[in-house]
C-alpha cells in the first residue's frame, strides 16, 4: 500500500524526525521480512537539505517508482507486497520481490545507471537476512558525487561540496529529463 493522500509539506526536516523516520522504516523492513521471507527493495531519494517533500521530490519518486516497476515486470520478477508513503521526512517504498537478492540488484543497478534520474533515486535491496546488498558483491564501484568524479559517499561525508551547488546539480538534471520527455 502507498499513501498518496498527503500533500507535500515543504517544511524543514529534524535530525530528530529523520531518525525517528530511520528506525520506522527498519522496522518496517524486519516485519516485511518475516512475512515474506523474500528480498526487499527499499526507495528513497538522493535530496540533500532541510527540506524532503516537495512537489519535485515526489516527480523524482513517482518516476523512479514507476521505472522499477517496469525494471522488475520486465526481469520476471514479482513484487508480493506493497508499503510505503510520502512523509515530511521524504517519499520511501518498500517492496518485498520474489526473486534472488544478487539478480534484483542487478536489474535496478542497471535502472539507476542508465536512467536520466537514476541518480537522484537511492535504491536498495535488502537480502532475506536483513543486509544491504552491495555495488561491490557485483564488482560495480561506489556511485560517484553529483558534482565530481569522487565517491558520492566521500564527499557527502566530507561536505565537499555546498548544498545549493548539489541542489543546483539536481534541479538541472530534473529539468533536463522534463525538456527531453516533452518532446
Not at 499513501?3 to 523516520?21: H, I, N
Not at 527498519?26 to 516485511?32: H, I, K
Not at 523512479?64 to 508480493?80: D, I, K, P, S
Request: hydrophobic share 45%; with cysteine.
Amino acid at each position: 500500500m502507498f499513501d498518496k493522500t498527503t500533500a507535500p509539506s515543504g517544511a524543514e526536516v529534524s535530525l530528530a524526525q529523520m531518525l525517528a523516520r530511520r528506525e520506522s522504516r527498519y522496522t518496517s523492513q524486519q516485519v516485511l521480512l518475516r512475512r515474506f521471507d523474500r528480498p526487499l527493495v527499499q526507495l528513497t531519494l538522493v535530496n540533500p537539505g532541510a527540506v524532503k517533500d516537495t512537489p519535485q521530490s515526489r516527480f523524482v519518486f513517482d518516476t523512479g517508482l514507476g521505472a522499477m516497476q517496469e525494471a522488475l515486470v520486465a526481469g520476471g520478477h514479482t513484487v508480493l507486497a506493497y508499503e510505503g508513503a510520502y512523509f515530511v521526512t521524504g517519499a520511501e517504498m518498500l517492496m518485498a520481490v520474489n526473486a534472488q537478492a544478487l539478480t534484483v540488484k542487478r536489474t535496478l543497478l542497471a535502472l539507476e545507471e542508465h536512467h536520466p534520474l537514476g541518480r537522484l533515486w537511492d535504491v536498495d535491496v535488502i537480502d532475506t537476512t536483513g543486509a544491504v546488498v552491495a555495488r561491490r558483491q557485483l564488482d560495480v564501484p561506489p556511485r560517484r558525487c553529483l558534482l565530481c568524479d569522487e565517491s558520492a559517499h566521500a564527499c557527502a561525508r566530507s561536505r565537499a561540496h555546498p548544498l545549493l551547488d548539489l541542489q543546483r546539480a539536481i534541479q538541472d538534471k530534473i529539468h533536463a529529463f522534463r525538456q527531453h520527455t516533452v518532446q
